[in-house]
């Protein structure tokens, strides 16, 4: 089982970005996907999850960054994405795709002027 | 502050056994998880679904709950546990929580 991601760097306030993750080894189609992000100073934050197709698809957002997130899955491909908008410095992070039991490696975004 | 309350550090002798607790209101009704992260790496699930371990996990791990507070045990502790250890959980929307994390430290 992996899960791969891209995407990150180093982006400017009020910028754009997309971050993937390529899952294998599993039925992604099945999956609830998570993405997480992490900072020294607020921990572990979850930023939002996608329900599987066949429960719906349905997208829910924690308020930091609703409205400026939203996730979005090809089962087709097996893949998960990240498109942030309207950066803000705050969301400067490590960010994960989880199952759970599965993470990502972590693709590191610094939101800096 | 976080939804769920850990001990910021533990510390345990090698072939001692280790505890870190977990606190919240949530947990008497959603399941709870633990995830392992060394320095540098991405967490790891060490415990799914309140006490289920995934594969790769070794049997030292273990968990249990009572009330309010689930419990990480760790028996026969090695040096490669040495690691921040978080809990994970959701609240009612399915929105996850976590603890601010417990590092261990093995003397």
């Known amino acids: 089982v992996q899960l791969v991601q891209s995407g990150g760097g180093v982006f400017q306030p009020g910028g754009s970005l997309t971050l993937s993750c390529a899952a294998s080894?599993?039925?992604?189609?099945?999956?609830?996907m998570v993405w997480v992000r992490q900072t020294a100073e607020r921990g572990l934050e979850w930023i939002g999850r996608?329900?599987?197709?066949?429960?719906?698809?349905?997208?829910n957002y924690a308020s930091p960054v609703e409205g400026r997130f939203v996730i979005s899955r090809d089962d087709s491909n097996s893949r998960l994405f990240l498109h942030m908008s309207g950066l803000q410095i705050e969301d400067t992070a490590i960010y994960y795709c989880?199952?759970?039991?599965?993470w990502g490696q972590g693709s590191p975004v610094t939101v800096s002027s | 502050s976080y939804d769920l309350t850990q001990p910021p550090s533990v510390s345990v002798s090698p072939g001692q056994t280790a505890m870190i607790s977990c606190s919240g209101d949530?947990?008497?009704?959603?399941?709870a998880s633990w995830y392992q992260q060394r320095p540098g790496q991405a967490p790891v699930a060490v415990i799914y679904?309140?006490?289920q371990r995934p594969s790769g996990t070794p049997e030292r791990f273990s968990a249990s709950s009572s009330g309010t507070t689930v419990t990480l045990t760790i028996s026969r502790v090695q040096a490669e546990d040495e690691a921040d250890y978080y809990c994970?959980?959701?609240?009612?929307?399915?929105?996850?929580?976590f603890g601010g994390g417990t590092k261990l430290t093995v003397l």
């Open positions: 989880t199952t759970v039991t599965f």
């Open positions: 080894g599993f039925t992604f189609k099945n999956a609830w």
């Open positions: 996608i329900k599987s197709e066949s429960d719906g698809g349905a997208t």
């Open positions: 949530v947990l008497p009704r959603q399941y």
């Open positions: 679904k309140d006490n």
């Open positions: 994970q959980s959701v609240d009612s929307s399915g929105a996850w929580l």
